[in-house]
């Protein structure tokens, strides 16, 4: 019998990965029992089937800070999920932890994510009378919506990353989601900057001076800074953390977004796309038989949430002008 790859992947990682790190190995497995595969190894698999999926793709259209740019730079959803992905990849073989379980829940982290970003996010939980919360939503995709319903059936450890992945819950179970956490802050940080920059809402001088003095006073600068710090104070205590002046660095740093970006420049414009979203969840409420049948039998408001979360900018305004707006004469 010919070599296996997938065995042989798992004796690489056993050999060469840190005494901490997860092993493909020595997963806790699948909810339904599936065949190991010849080729990939657990978490290659979990990381194909997250690429490949439909919420994946429409993360192209989802908005991350800035509701449709007039430029072509701007950030997405998608392209934040790759730059996730791509940290958590860098600082995960810098620590010899498993580069396919950090980057399968970097893919997975934000696919329950609503259009126009986080104002999205309370306009659809206002809508509902509930706190929608994006990373529970991304676990409902991975768990129950893709492949017609079926879901994708993956591995608990990815699972977990992907429920934990935000700072309001739990601690997740493994340090590569743990990267993954550290990954999507410092991310996000780092290019809502460079686009606010690029909008002419901030410019460099307006960065906190503690900010500047720690991570460096550029895009490239802070990065990099955040990245080693992780990196070098991970691999000293054998756990993933990071310094607590660059973590109080990048707090006030984040602070300042929220007050300048999130809750100020860009707030506006994304209030009123969020109208439209609890526009259409009054709407589909009242008219059920609009809902697609993926999970026809989920209670009313479940699906409600399902499909309108799932919407894209782009679909959600012609959703809403469709339903709301005059239509003109031929």
Known sequence: MGVVPRVVTEEIEAATLASWATLSASSKGRERHEEASGLR?????????????????????????????????????????????????????????????????????????????????EALGKAMGTAFEHNRQSLRVVDSLEDDGKGLNLSWEVRDGILNHTW?????????????????????ISHDVDDSIRAGV?????????????????????????VRALVAHSAEVEAVAMPDDVAEAMGELRAFLFERVYLGAARPEAEKA?????????????????????????????????????????????????????????
Not at 292 to 304: A, G, M
Not at 313 to 320: I, K, L, P, T
Request: proline share 5%; hydrophobic share 35%; aromatic share 8%.
């Open 41 to 121: 190894a657990a978490f290659q698999r979990d990381r194909d089937r997250i690429l490949h999926t439909k919420a994946f793709r429409r993360l192209m259209h989802k908005t991350q800070v800035f509701l449709s740019p007039e430029g072509d730079h701007y950030r997405t959803r998608l392209t934040h999920t790759l730059e996730v992905a791509q940290v958590g990849r860098t600082i995960g073989r810098a620590l010899r932890l498993n580069e396919d379980l950090v980057e399968a829940v970097c893919l997975g982290h934000d696919l329950g994510h609503t259009p126009f970003g986080h104002v999205g996010e």
């Open 168 to 188: 309001r819950m739990p601690e997740p179970s493994t340090p590569e989601a743990l990267v993954t956490r550290w990954a999507d802050r410092i991310a996000y």
């Open 202 to 226: 901030l410019s460099e001088d307006d960065i906190p001076d503690g900010s500047r003095r720690v991570l460096g006073s550029s895009y490239r600068d802070r990065l990099d800074s955040m």
């Open 274 to 330: 969020a109208d439209v979203l609890g526009r259409l969840c009054e709407h589909f409420r009242s008219h059920p038989h609009e809902l697609p049948d993926v999970r026809s039998d989920d209670d009313i408001d479940q699906r409600v949430v399902d499909y309108v979360s799932g919407m894209t900018d782009r679909f959600a305004m012609r959703a809403y002008e469709e339903r709301f707006l005059p239509r003109g004469i031929a």
